[in-house]
């Protein structure tokens, strides 16, 4: 079947815009994940979603950040007044409710100028 | 809080030569233990896991033991190829109860003919 996936796999912003990436986790996965990968590291965790409800968004790295999932599958990470720093690939992942293996997609690419 | 520390720096072998990958964890309670590979061009992918302490995951010829006593997870192979080439992410799941994943900076792995 297919697998998660992230759109668009590319972002070019300036700095100060907003910014927003999709995500499509397999169907019938209750539990979603972001994370964010700066070059050279591993991801790192930014939000968790247990169908619509944000279980724990302890990740986010500050109020610029936002993410829903209002129908309990497409999920929306938002990032207002982008930062040069915000560069990084972003990752979302998902799995099977009280399963733990997490099936990541191809991420998206974003790129602060 | 949870964190997983690999070694340090690329891994450059030969074809046919053994691997050993390095993985050492800080953890509250017991969590389950992952190997995550990136092959060039690709998403991640769950290489292997294991969920309690000396359980042994294995996939594609590699194998990690779950080392509750020395707190580790180092991978390895017997013999690698050049399709092993990628980058390999050593990763533990939160035991609090959502299985947020904490990683690993990663080892990239290439293998010369």
């Known amino acids: 079947g297919a697998g998660v996936s992230q759109t668009p796999s590319n972002k070019v912003t300036e700095k100060g815009k907003y910014v927003e990436l999709r995500c499509d986790p397999i169907?019938?996965?209750?539990?979603l994940y972001w994370y964010r990968q700066s070059l050279g590291q591993g991801p790192e965790f930014l939000i968790y979603f247990q169908g619509t409800g944000a279980a724990d968004d302890s990740g986010l790295p500050n109020d610029r950040f936002f993410a829903v999932r209002p129908e309990g599958s497409v999920s929306t990470l938002k990032i207002q007044r982008t930062e040069r720093g915000d560069s990084a690939v972003y990752l979302c992942?998902?799995?099977?409710?009280?399963?733990?293996?997490?099936?990541f997609g191809p991420g998206t690419r974003l790129l602060v100028l | 809080g949870d964190s997983v520390t690999q070694m340090e720096g690329p891994v450059t072998l030969s074809e046919e030569a053994f691997l050993t990958i390095n993985c050492t964890y800080t953890?509250?309670?017991?969590?389950?233990l992952f190997w995550y590979v990136q092959y060039p061009g690709e998403g991640l992918q769950l290489l292997l896991k294991a969920t309690k302490a000396d359980d042994k995951g294995s996939n594609k010829g590699f194998e990690a033991t779950y080392r509750k006593e020395t707190t580790s997870f180092h991978l390895e192979k017997g013999s690698v190829q050049v399709s092993d080439s990628a980058v390999y992410f050593c990763a533990l799941s939160d035991y609090y109860g959502n299985n947020r994943l904490a990683f690993g900076k990663g080892n990239q792995v290439v293998v010369i003919p």
């Open positions: 992942a998902s799995s099977s409710n009280g399963q733990e293996t997490q099936y």
């Open positions: 169907s019938g996965h209750t539990a």
């Open positions: 953890a509250t309670g017991y969590p389950s």
